[in-house]
Structures are given as structure tokens and as C-alpha cells.
């Protein structure tokens, strides 16, 4: 079988992240429809409903069953087995479409599924802790300091600005909002432009941003560039002393 060109590989790599694209719009509108459902119908508990031993809204079945986590599986007993097999096989019947993972109250063996039932409502003590974590971040302005903007293209072929923490190796999210289609877009590549942020911490101009990341690119290839010609230079040299030995000894 032949071996693909580059530009084979190139299209079909475009044609993968196109489909993919298009995978995560409609995993997304679908997400976004359920959680309107369950706003309309007001699926989630709240916290009293929740302490109160209300049933799950979306599969009724109980939130917490209170028999304890399941061990290990290498450590079930011959009926845990069994029990823990047939608990997984209704949950699979229950949840064949929902293609997401599942969920469970610690101290519980009741599995929920994280497309179908909505996660249990934090209580007050969660909510202190989140109050105090967020007390103890650094200032909305020190955060700047740390966000980098990327280039998102997207499957309409629109390019839209997003903004991230540096630490981040590549973009996470798959859909974002397209301000000129006006509707929720699958990404298909994207390409890290830099700070997001001056000094004193206004936006930097997506230009600015643009001919920035063009200069570092320009230094690093007239660097590889020196390197590659000091390298070549050393090679030349190394030739005509080989050439002048085997013309001395002839």
C-alpha cells in the first residue's frame, strides 16, 4: 500500500477535526436542551428536598440508598458480585442512549447517570468551603497577569479570540459562541497568540498580539537558520580536509 503524502495526511487530520467539530455542536446543543428541560421542570433538588430523602427527578430512583460504597471490585464477595452485576446491567437498559458516565453519593451503591439525573445540590458546609476558596484566590487583576489568548478557528471557518490560563498546553473546550453566525460553533483548531493582557492590565489589541507572536517566530527561525548554516559551514570545511588528505596520498 502506498504511503500517504503530507498533503494526504494534512486533509485527512482537517477532515477528523471538521467531523469532530461537528460532533461537539450537536453533543452540546443536546446538553443545552436537557438543561432547559430540566430548568422548565425543575428537576433539581434543592437542598431541603435533598436532606428531606426526595427521589432523583430524572431517573426516580433514590439519591442515596445508604448501604455503603461498593468495595473494590477484587474484594466483592460471590453475592456482592452478583449484586453489583445485576445493579450495572439495569443501569445500562436504563441509560442505553444517554452515551455519558454516571455518578454516585459517597456512603451510596445507587449509580446515577450524569446525562439523565442532575448532580445532588450542594449543602451549606460545601458551600463555606467554595466561599473561602475563592476568598483566597489572587485579585481578578494578578489573574491577568497569568492568561494567555488563543486563535479558535471554527467550523464556520470564523475566528474567534479566547482566553485561558497560561499553565494550559492546548484549548479544552469544543464549542464556543460565534459572534458573527450568532450560534454555538464546534472548534476545529486553535493557535496560542500570547499574553491577553498589558502590563497595566487593559486587553491587548489582537494586532498587537499578532505581529508580537510574528516576531518571536521570526527569532526563533533566523535562529534555527545561524544554527543550521554554522552546522553547514563545519560540514564544508570538514569536506575540503577530507578531500585534501585523499589528494596528498594519491
Same mark, same amino acid.
Given at each position: 500500500?502506498?504511503?500517504?503524502t503530507?498533503?494526504?495526511?494534512?486533509q485527512?487530520?482537517?477532515?477528523r477535526?471538521l467531523r469532530?467539530?461537528?460532533?461537539?455542536?450537536t453533543?452540546d446543543?443536546r446538553?443545552?436542551?436537557r438543561?432547559?428541560q430540566?430548568?422548565?421542570?425543575?428537576?433539581?433538588?434543592?437542598?431541603?428536598e435533598y436532606?428531606?430523602?426526595? =427521589?432523583?427527578?430524572?431517573?426516580?430512583?433514590?439519591?442515596?440508598?445508604?448501604?455503603?460504597?461498593?468495595?473494590?471490585?477484587?474484594?466483592?464477595?460471590?453475592?456482592?458480585k452478583?449484586?453489583?452485576?445485576e445493579?450495572?446491567?439495569?443501569?445500562?437498559?436504563?441509560?442505553?442512549?444517554?452515551?455519558?458516565a454516571?455518578?454516585?453519593?459517597?456512603?451510596?451503591?445507587?449509580t446515577?447517570?450524569?446525562?439523565?439525573c442532575?448532580p =445532588?445540590?450542594?449543602? =451549606?458546609?460545601?458551600?463555606?468551603?467554595?466561599?473561602?476558596?475563592f476568598?483566597?484566590?489572587p485579585s481578578?487583576?494578578?489573574?491577568?497577569k497569568?492568561l494567555?489568548?488563543?486563535?479558535?478557528?471554527?467550523?464556520?471557518?470564523?475566528?474567534?479570540?479566547?482566553i485561558?490560563h497560561?499553565?494550559?498546553?492546548r484549548?479544552?473546550?469544543?464549542?464556543?459562541?460565534?459572534?458573527?453566525?450568532?450560534?454555538?460553533?464546534?472548534?476545529?483548531?486553535?493557535?496560542r497568540?500570547?499574553?491577553?493582557?498589558?502590563?497595566?492590565?487593559?486587553?491587548?489589541?489582537r494586532?498587537?498580539?499578532?505581529?508580537?507572536r510574528?516576531?518571536?517566530e521570526?527569532?526563533?527561525?533566523?535562529?534555527?537558520?545561524?544554527?543550521q548554516q554554522?552546522?553547514?559551514?563545519?560540514t564544508?570545511?570538514?569536506?575540503a580536509?577530507?578531500?585534501?588528505?585523499?589528494?596528498?596520498?594519491s
Amino acid at each position: 500500500m502506498a504511503k500517504l503524502t503530507e498533503e494526504q495526511k494534512r486533509q485527512r487530520a482537517a477532515k477528523r477535526a471538521l467531523r469532530s467539530a461537528l460532533e461537539a455542536e450537536t453533543d452540546d446543543r443536546r446538553r443545552r436542551e436537557r438543561d432547559e428541560q430540566w430548568e422548565r421542570e425543575d428537576t433539581r433538588l434543592s437542598w431541603a428536598e435533598y436532606v428531606a430523602g426526595e =427521589p432523583c427527578r430524572g431517573c426516580g430512583l433514590p439519591m442515596t440508598d445508604e448501604l455503603g460504597s461498593w468495595p473494590p471490585l477484587m474484594k466483592l464477595s460471590e453475592v456482592e458480585k452478583r449484586e453489583y452485576e445485576e445493579a450495572n446491567q439495569k443501569f445500562r437498559q436504563r441509560h442505553t442512549d444517554c452515551r455519558a458516565a454516571r455518578w454516585t453519593v459517597s456512603g451510596s451503591r445507587v449509580t446515577h447517570c450524569c446525562f439523565c439525573c442532575p448532580p =445532588p445540590p450542594m449543602g =451549606p458546609k460545601q458551600l463555606e468551603k467554595l466561599a473561602k476558596l475563592f476568598a483566597s484566590w489572587p485579585s481578578r487583576e494578578e489573574r491577568k497577569k497569568d492568561l494567555d489568548s488563543w486563535d479558535l478557528t471554527l467550523r464556520c471557518d470564523h475566528v474567534v479570540p479566547y482566553i485561558q490560563h497560561r499553565e494550559n498546553t492546548r484549548v479544552s473546550t469544543r464549542v464556543v459562541d460565534c459572534p458573527e453566525c450568532g450560534e454555538r460553533r464546534g472548534v476545529v483548531s486553535s493557535e496560542r497568540v500570547g499574553p491577553a493582557y498589558r502590563d497595566d492590565g487593559t486587553i491587548r489589541e489582537r494586532a498587537a498580539a499578532d505581529r508580537e507572536r510574528l516576531a518571536r517566530e521570526l527569532a526563533a527561525a533566523e535562529a534555527k537558520l545561524t544554527r543550521q548554516q554554522k552546522n553547514a559551514a563545519a560540514t564544508q570545511q570538514r569536506i575540503a580536509e577530507l578531500q585534501e588528505e585523499l589528494g596528498s596520498e594519491s
